[in-house]
């Protein structure tokens, strides 16, 4: 009887040893999500996550702010917010977010692109480098750029209207041969009204003070990272906002329209 109690107490450990060891390695491939993109369409702009708390769950990634207040972009462990004037600034851990998305970037992949690209080709360029349009892609394409277009939103006041709106007081920026780094992720499909299906894309100055959401890019010289991501982490606001917003609704072309 002994024995076998010897047996169990080992079979145990092992298990709870396994355990650990894939929690520890999952942790690091995993995407984490405050919040989905069919409430920030609907003009849920409050969350109640705090960048202390995001941060935990990764080093890089994009969204924004309470009140729609600016693009952010992760990078390095470090998190930025783009105000609709353009300029890159740090954020405060007491800051929340209503959607975010951030993973810890470990690249699995490094292809350089050799090639003048614009945004559309880039897109194009990039799915032809994925062994699967199934998984999450983070994504980080660092170098020079002969061009870059960025937007961000000015601050929204209450009560909110939907993001279809919001984005027509956007502020567009301009950035000519300019070195930086282009954050963001490829999502399949089937995240249709969670998140933004297919290429959800940020941008940053090399010297990280100015940026915004990539509407346009000409590439000159530069490399693209790849970090395959297969677990999803996701929180929800709870607050009446969120809870009596309908999210049930077909909204992918009003996505594309504001994307663009």
Request: overall charge negative; aromatic content about 14%; proline content about 4%.
């Amino acid at each position: 009887m002994k024995f076998y109690r010897h047996i169990l107490s080992a079979a145990l450990f092992a298990i709870t040893l396994t355990g650990c060891l894939y929690h520890h390695n999952i942790e690091k491939d995993v995407l984490f999500q405050t919040s989905a993109i069919n409430a920030l369409l609907e003009g849920v702009y409050d969350g109640d996550t705090t960048f202390k708390e995001i941060e935990k769950h990764g080093d890089f990634g994009i969204g924004t702010f309470n009140a729609l207040d600016g693009e952010m972009i992760g990078l390095d462990g470090n998190f930025y917010q783009i105000k609709s004037d353009g300029i890159a600034y740090p954020v405060d851990d007491s800051v929340k977010s209503p959607f975010a998305v951030v993973t810890f970037f470990e690249p699995d992949k490094t292809f350089l692109l050799d090639k003048n690209l614009d945004y559309t080709q880039l897109k194009e360029y990039l799915d032809n480098l994925i062994p699967t349009k199934n998984i999450f892609y983070a994504i980080k394409v660092e170098g020079v750029f002969s061009y870059i277009k960025t937007r961000s939103v000015p601050r929204q006041d209450k009560p909110y209207p939907p993001l279809v709106d919001a984005v027509k007081d956007q502020t567009v920026f301009e950035f000519y041969n300019v070195k930086g780094m282009i954050v963001g992720f490829r999502l399949p499909e089937f995240m249709k009204g969670i998140n933004v299906p297919g290429y959800h894309l940020h941008f940053i100055t090399e010297d990280r003070k100015a940026g915004g959401h990539l509407l346009e890019c000409k590439i000159r010289d530069a490399s693209a990272k790849f970090d395959y991501t297969s677990g999803l982490y996701m929180i929800l606001p709870e607050h009446n906002d969120f809870y009596r917003t309908d999210l049930s609704g077909e909204r992918q072309k009003e996505l594309e329209n504001i994307e663009r």
